[in-house]
């Protein structure tokens, strides 16, 4: 079966960490960059962070910068999000993504069906 499984999620207080994972089934992200939104309850997908292929290069949402790190393991092919600090504002379904391209283009083919993560305060 074809898809990207992400995993993680969670309920955690305010001040805390999560580690979420995307794990590739029955495609590669080997050279395509990946990227991971979150949407939270009533409100549009937004963009966290992105990586290029190698991960060479890494972009962040001005929200997270400095508390979320984004990495991936090719030869597991994995991709993850490392949240800490987290806010009660971070609540959200968070989903990974495959790029169109080994670079960030913004484009992306393929989708997971996302993890919740719940921040109380």
């Known amino acids: 079966q074809v898809q990207l499984v992400e995993s993680g999620g969670g309920l955690v207080q305010a001040g805390g960490s999560l580690r979420l994972s995307c794990a590739a089934s029955g495609l590669t992200i080997s050279s395509r960059a990946m990227g991971w939104f979150r949407q939270a309850p009533g409100k549009e997908r937004e963009f966290v962070a992105d990586?290029?292929?190698?991960?060479?290069?890494?972009n962040y949402a001005d929200s997270v910068k400095g508390r979320f790190t984004i990495s991936r393991d090719d030869a597991k092919n994995t991709v993850y999000l490392q949240m800490n600090t987290l806010k009660p504002e971070d609540t959200a379904v968070y989903y990974c993504?495959?790029?169109?391209?080994?670079?960030?283009?913004?484009?992306?083919?393929?989708w997971g069906q996302g993890t919740q993560v719940t921040v109380s305060s």
């Open positions: 990586i290029t292929w190698r991960g060479a290069t890494t």
């Open positions: 993504a495959r790029g169109r391209a080994s670079v960030l283009s913004g484009q992306y083919d393929f």
